[in-house]
């Protein structure tokens, strides 16, 4: 399902899909944007979608989370590859 | 998901996972360059600029269903994770008719939520049903 991704030298990058709000006018209005964002997402909502570059058994493939809709998927962060843990 | 490059990703699986599990990592290392999906997700240390450990159940139709977040110095338990997972599948099968009690695993008694049960879960679930 994910695409296979040309390597280059530039380091491939991903980020969240869709169009944020714009940045709001006044400085209140963008401090509440800014902290919506980084807020906890909330159980029973829809996870935002994204993309991103990935290794999957060899090769590298752009991953876009909507693609996977019509499964169950388990997504884990972790601090950094040879952290230990 | 991590801040790594999936270059790193790739060092990291064959030098090393893939000398504690036969094959490596079998699904995609996802990376997240600048947590910007950790931002979204509410999991990325800006301090720190690495992601915590956040582990997210989403559902067929892109619902998140539960999460849990650790600081890095303690791992999970992929064990706890499935069991939530098949609980989840369970209730959504069963639209939504059944509940699963605590330690609930398949095979085991759910619950029929309704006027009936109202204050009468102990005459058919102790917690002891955890350890049968």
């Known amino acids: 399902m994910p695409e296979e991704m040309k390597v280059g030298c530039a380091r491939p990058t991903g980020g969240p899909v869709g169009e944020k709000a714009k940045p709001a006018i006044n400085s209140e209005e963008k401090q509440i944007t800014q902290q919506k964002e980084e807020g906890m997402i909330k159980v029973g909502q829809k996870a935002p979608d994204f993309t991103a570059p990935a290794y999957l058994k060899g090769k590298f493939v752009s991953v876009k989370l909507s693609e996977y809709l019509g499964k169950w998927v388990l997504l884990c962060f972790y601090p950094g590859d040879f952290t230990f843990v | ?132």
């Open chain 2, 1 to 132: 998901m991590s801040v790594d490059s999936v270059f790193v990703h790739k060092m990291w699986n064959d030098n090393e996972i893939s000398k504690m599990t036969e094959g490596g990592v079998p699904f995609a290392m996802l990376s997240d360059a600048g947590g910007k999906v950790g931002t979204i997700y509410g999991i990325y240390d800006d301090n720190a600029g690495v992601e915590t450990r956040g582990r997210f159940i989403i559902d067929p139709d892109g619902v998140v269903q539960g999460y849990e977040v650790l600081t890095p110095p303690v791992g999970r338990n992929i064990n706890e994770s499935i069991r939530q997972v098949q609980a989840f599948q369970h209730v959504r099968n069963s639209k939504g008719a059944e509940a699963t009690p605590s330690g609930w695993k398949p095979g085991k008694m759910t619950l029929k939520p309704g006027p009936d049960l109202v204050g009468n879960v102990w005459k058919v679930w102790t917690p002891a049903k955890e350890k049968d």
